[in-house]
């Protein structure tokens, strides 16, 4: 399931460009593709800087977590853009049997429900890291995974939820109050770089498999964005369709 087909010749590239057409544009991805490298240079901004930026380290690291919380929130955004109608289709299935959810998935908001519920709708929703592609004989070329590998939706919470930790204020009647602070605040850049160094891998160079509109988790036909971030410091992103090789 890791890897795409890219079809070579006119007539089954005019093929796929008809069988993508009632898909969401990919326009939308890329735009959140671009918030995404937003929030990858402000990070590496605060990171990289001699000096605080605010003046004060501990604020520094706050925003830098706030940013990891928006990148891991796009990415959960941006895996809904490819299964959207699936997803609307399964909030509708969850308000029928619950007469306080109003079922509109344009009201969702929280990343870690948003990952759960698109888990239901296509198992391999999220975006994989991919590798080179290597041209096959047949005149397809062949994206395997790249050197992360594949990750779950637990990996993107995790790292949401360390975040929320440092971002979050403290009861000022908690045990052993000034000491976690402190070792908030000595672990804070270690924890930060390790994270956007995932996230980074993750994103940066990755295949987003989707469900074809009218098709079953279990035996549906799937497509492919294969998204190249390209540079640190534009806003260029590339994004290529294709249909999964199966």
Known sequence: MGQAKARGTKQAREALAKEVASLVSGDKYRLQMIEVKRRFRAAARILNSDIPLSGDTDIDNECAFAQVRRIVELIAFSA????????????????????????????????????????????????????????????????????????????????YQTASRYLHTSNPFAADLEARALLKLKEARSVLQADLALLRGIIWKHNKFGLMPGSSKEAGKRFVWMVDLRDEESNEVEIYTALQDT
């Open 80 to 159: 809904l853009i490819a299964d959207r109608g699936h997803y609307e289709a399964q909030r509708l299935r969850e308000a029928a049997k619950n007469d306080k959810d109003k079922g509109d998935y344009t009201a969702d908001w929280k990343a870690g429900e948003i990952l759960k519920r698109l888990k239901k709708v296509n198992t391999n929703f999220l975006p994989q890291s991919a590798g080179d592609p290597v041209a096959g004989p047949d005149n397809t070329k062949h994206i395997p995974y790249g050197a992360i590998g594949p990750k779950t939706h637990s990996d993107l919470i995790t790292i």
